[in-house]
């Protein structure tokens, strides 16, 4: 394969309830093992996904249900690519949104989300439109064994 080619990809789409959070965040770790990223690798990928599903489902759809999707992209040599996307209540002000500490959750949130997904991943892509919803696109490099 050529540097930059795909190499797979899928796509899950589920409630925005907060018991699949749990499920996405396993879906994109067992999808991008394929790749034999490092244990910590993994923990980073599992630890931003979640904050990125929690995100949609606390804050683009508040009280109300709706669908999450996310796709998983793998490309060579050692790139992955997780888009999570709702079509929820979107965010005003993205800039102010990845400030530390700020949250529109209330005073159990932390307002961490963005910041968390940015130390654990290689690059962070946050697009959203007010009443269209919100895509956050996470990268991480991977230290993957040449493969014969």
């Known amino acids: 394969m050529k540097k930059g080619e795909k190499r797979n990809e899928m796509t899950l789409r589920f409630v925005s309830r ?14 991008i093992a394929q790749m034999d ?4 690798q ?10 990125a599903v929690t995100n949609a ?6 009280d109300t249900l709706g669908t999450v999707t996310m796709t998983v992209r793998l490309y060579e040599p050692g790139l992955a690519e997780i888009v999570i996307r709702d079509k929820g209540c979107g965010i005003e002000d ?12 209330g ?9 968390i997904m940015e130390s654990f991943m290689d690059g962070l892509t946050v697009r959203s439109r007010p009443g269209k919803g919100t895509t956050v696109i996470l990268r991480k490099l991977l230290d993957v064994k040449k493969q014969a």
């Open 37 to 40: 990223p490092t244990v910590e």
């Open 94 to 105: 993205v800039h102010k949104a990845r400030e530390p500490m700020f949250t529109t959750g």
């Open 107 to 115: 005073a159990e949130r932390s307002g961490m989300g963005f910041t």
């Open 57 to 62: 489902i606390v804050h683009g759809y508040r």
């Open 18 to 31: 907060s018991a699949n959070e749990a499920f996405a965040r396993t879906a994109a770790a067992a999808f």
């Open 42 to 51: 993994i923990y980073d990928i599992k630890t931003a996904v979640s904050e």
